[in-house]
């Protein structure tokens, strides 16, 4: 059985950094998955935040482009999520999630992380 545990979470200043990880155990194809990062706030519906492709391609939502960077590790069945310049609407539970190949939605999910950006 596929599970995915997020870490790294915390609480932060605004502008402070922080480095979330997603370790995938119970699977030997995690190369393959499509990995993606996504937030809910409270009060607010579940948002995509990062997603990378099994060879690498890149793709971020606008509010965190060109502050948030995801990456993996293949050896490591890990995926990370570097947050920069982090602001107090960031607040969120950060989630990882898999999509399969030829799947459409992301069906596998960890149980999230919470990251708070103080003021």
């Known amino acids: 059985q596929v599970q995915l545990v997020e870490s790294g979470g915390g609480l932060v200043q605004a502008g402070g950094s922080l480095k979330l990880s997603c370790v995938v155990t119970g699977s030997h194809h995690f190369a393959v998955y499509t990995m993606g990062w996504f937030r809910q706030a409270p009060g607010k519906q579940r948002e995509s935040v990062a997603r990378?492709?099994?060879?690498?391609?890149?793709s971020y939502s606008e509010s965190v482009e060109g502050r948030f960077t995801i990456s993996r590790n293949n050896a490591r069945n890990t995926v990370y999520l570097q947050m920069n310049s982090l602001k107090v609407e960031d607040t969120a539970v950060y989630y990882c999630?898999?999509?399969?190949?030829?799947?459409?939605?992301?069906?596998?999910w960890g149980q999230g992380t919470q990251v708070t950006v103080s003021s």
């Open positions: 990378i492709s099994r060879l690498g391609s890149t």
């Open positions: 999630a898999i999509q399969k190949p030829q799947s459409r939605d992301f069906d596998s």
